[in-house]
């Protein structure tokens, strides 16, 4: 469900992405698929952040959202993977981490994978210099780690405050 609802977002979003800057940057798809991210990574773990991250990546490869959809998927597997398995990490380690520090780590996490994907988008993919990479990457560095964690910390507190829907694991991450 968290999928779908971040790829029809996301089609939204990058589609503005794609009027604004050609489909060359796409700072608000970037926002709402993290978002989703360390949502569903924090509630669900690795499966979760999977299943958000590729129903929302081929939604929009469907709908041809964005001229790079066709690269999401694998971009964004990597991303979800790993998160996944550090949010999962962190809950067996240390069961009783609190909400805050947990998106802190997983926002982390993305932003240092940040460091070499923004590199295969912008250089590898794109073909363009260097130097647009070393412009790119704050940009996206900074997007991880402002809004989208605090979206989602928003999203959480949000889903949290209604206990009835969530099992007594889900409801531990609030810590």
């Known amino acids: 469900m968290l ?26 798809g970037f926002i709402n698929t993290y978002t989703w991210l360390l949502v569903s990574a924090a509630m669900f773990g690795p499966v979760g952040a999977v299943l958000t991250t590729e129903v929302q990546a081929f939604l929009g490869l469907i709908t041809g959202a964005n001229p790079l959809s066709w690269l999401w998927p694998f971009i964004n597997l ?61 940009m996206y560095v900074v997007l ?11 999203i959480l507190r949000s889903i949290l405050r209604a206990p009835t829907l969530l099992s007594p694991k889900h409801r531990a991450i609030s810590g």
């Open 3 to 28: 999928g779908v609802v971040a790829g029809v977002i996301a089609m939204m979003a990058e589609r503005a992405d794609a009027i604004v800057t050609g489909g060359s940057a796409t700072p608000l």
């Open 78 to 138: 990597i991303y979800a993977v790993v998160v996944g398995i550090v949010s999962q990490s962190l809950s067996r380690l240390y069961p009783s981490i609190k909400l805050r520090t947990r998106l802190m780590l997983l926002s982390l996490t993305c932003a240092i994978l940040d460091v070499p994907l923004t590199y295969v988008v912008v250089v590898s993919v794109l073909g363009l210099p260097f130097k647009f990479y070393l412009l790119a990457l704050p």
């Open 144 to 154: 991880q780690l402002g809004p989208s964690t605090i979206i989602s910390y928003a």
